[in-house]
């Protein structure tokens, strides 16, 4: 979601700022960006930086060089409750008992969460979502909800197998179809009624040393 007020360009800038910095724990150069956000040339990165500065949403030294650094944002905690399955479900005990107490506190800028209620945090075991970039061991952020449209990747409670999995949510004539993002595996196929949706993912925290 684009900031309030920003202009495309710059509002690309800034995530590939944040992007660069959360991968790399540095700051990128004028000629990472002009690279990373395809654009015509180091002066024309220089004049949205300049804006950027002067808008308050960046700070640079420039004396320094990779100085620049994301101004301060608002902060919130979002909990971790374990592991979901992005591969074969995780067997747990029932519906109710796989959201467990936090193993840890995540603290999250708000623009990551995008001011949504009932948001909390699970860790990914597995490889079938590795199309969708998500790899084993990153974190995703879930909504918590009991509804999603159809290509939604969704945190699925499988009621008969008593399994709980990560999956892209599709609805077919009679069946429910919970289609992994790699081509090497095969669909779980399964009844409406055997389906309850627990969660969505939001967004995704990557693990650095995939």
């Known amino acids: 979601m684009r900031k309030p007020g920003i202009s495309e360009t710059r509002d690309t800038i800034l995530k590939f700022i944040q992007n660069f910095i959360d991968a790399r724990g540095y700051a990128p150069t004028v000629r990472?960006?002009?690279?990373?956000?395809?654009?015509?040339?180091?002066?024309?990165?220089?004049?949205?930086?300049?804006?950027?500065?002067?808008?308050?949403?960046i700070h640079r030294d420039p004396q320094v060089v990779r100085s620049i650094q994301l101004a301060e944002k608002d902060i919130t905690e979002v909990p971790l409750l374990g592991a979901i399955a992005a591969g074969k479900p995780i067997p747990?005990?029932?519906?109710?008992?796989?959201?467990?107490?936090?193993?840890?506190?995540?603290?999250?800028t708000t623009d990551?969460?995008?001011?949504?209620?009932?948001?909390?945090?699970?860790?990914?075991?597995?490889?079938?979502?590795?199309?969708?970039?998500?790899?084993?061991?990153d974190i995703v952020i879930m909504e918590a909800t009991q509804t999603a449209e159809?290509?939604?990747?969704?945190?699925?409670?499988?009621?008969?197998?008593?399994?709980?999995?990560?999956?892209?949510?599709?609805?077919?004539s009679k069946r429910i179809r919970l289609q992994p993002a790699n081509s090497e595996m095969e669909p779980i196929y399964t009844k409406p009624e055997n389906v309850e949706v627990q969660g969505k993912v939001v967004a995704v925290l990557r693990r650095l040393n995939h």
């Open 32 to 57: 990472d960006i002009v690279k990373g956000c395809n654009l015509s040339s180091t002066a024309v990165v220089q004049h949205h930086l300049n804006v950027l500065e002067r808008e308050g949403h």
């Open 92 to 108: 747990v005990p029932n519906s109710d008992s796989w959201i467990k107490t936090p193993e840890e506190m995540l603290k999250l």
């Open 150 to 172: 159809d290509g939604e990747m969704v945190a699925i409670w499988l009621k008969h197998e008593q399994e709980v999995t990560l999956k892209r949510i599709y609805r077919e």
């Open 112 to 137: 990551v969460v995008a001011n949504r209620d009932n948001i909390y945090a699970l860790r990914v075991m597995g490889a079938s979502m590795l199309d969708a970039l998500i790899n084993d061991g």
